[in-house]
T-cell receptor, first 110, second 109 residues
């Protein structure tokens, strides 16, 4: 089944404790992206990747890192999470015409 | 910076009524996409519009892309309870996507 998977689905952590949210797709897509969704703000792009080893900042990249060592995986790294990074995070893969979203990761930073 | 505004933020309609959501960008877009997100779910791709003035239909849904490629609309005819959810537009500029704030549609049976 064609899908985008994210792990974990839910995470509660404390300020400053490094964390990684994994994202994997099995559709051989070149374009992958991370978004955060906050009430009243819609989805905002954090980082995107056009292909392996090619990543670029989106609209809200501060406090996040990504890597794209393999085509199927695109992890999101928070080196020192802060409470303002509490949000619902979506990974997406696809191309510049359409994107397929993962189920989301709800992150709470206390 | 790039902004995509979407109105209205909320819309309640009686089942059978029509619904429209509007999307406006501060700059010209390469294309625009529309997504639907059901409550508790993830965004699901509906359609892409590329050409200036383009109109596409999917059953009861009609999508338009403005002549200047800076605005778009989604119109649903005769809403059904299955149409409930939040509808997002997403404009592409370069390799980045800018999502609107979404319109949450409630359909009252």
């Amino acid at each position: 089944e064609a899908q985008v998977t994210q792990n974990p689905r839910y995470l509660i952590t404390v300020t400053g404790k490094k964390l990684t949210v994994t994202c994997s797709q099995n559709m051989n897509h070149e374009y992958m992206s991370w978004y955060r969704q906050d009430p009243g703000l819609g989805l905002r792009q954090i980082y995107y990747s056009m292909n392996v080893e090619v990543t670029d900042k989106g609209d809200v990249p501060e406090g996040y890192k990504v890597s794209r060592k393999e085509k199927r995986n695109f992890p999101l790294i928070l080196e020192s999470p802060s409470p303002n990074q509490t949000s619902l995070y979506f990974c997406a893969s696809g191309n510049l015409r359409e994107q397929y979203f993962g189920p989301g990761t709800r992150l709470t930073v206390t | 910076g790039q902004q995509v505004m979407q109105i209205p933020q909320y819309q309640h309609v009686q089942e059978g009524e029509d619904f429209t959501t509007y999307c406006n960008s501060s700059t010209t877009l390469s294309n625009i996409q529309w997504y639907k997100q059901r409550p508790g779910g993830h965004p699901v791709f509906l359609i892409q519009l590329v050409k200036s003035g383009e109109v596409k239909k999917q059953k009861r849904l009609t999508f338009q892309f403005g002549e200047a490629k800076k605005n778009s609309s989604l119109h649903i005819t005769a809403t059904q309870t299955t149409d409930v959810g939040t509808y997002f537009c997403a404009g592409r500029a370069g390799n980045q996507f800018y999502f609107g704030t979404g319109t949450s549609l409630t359909v009252i049976p």
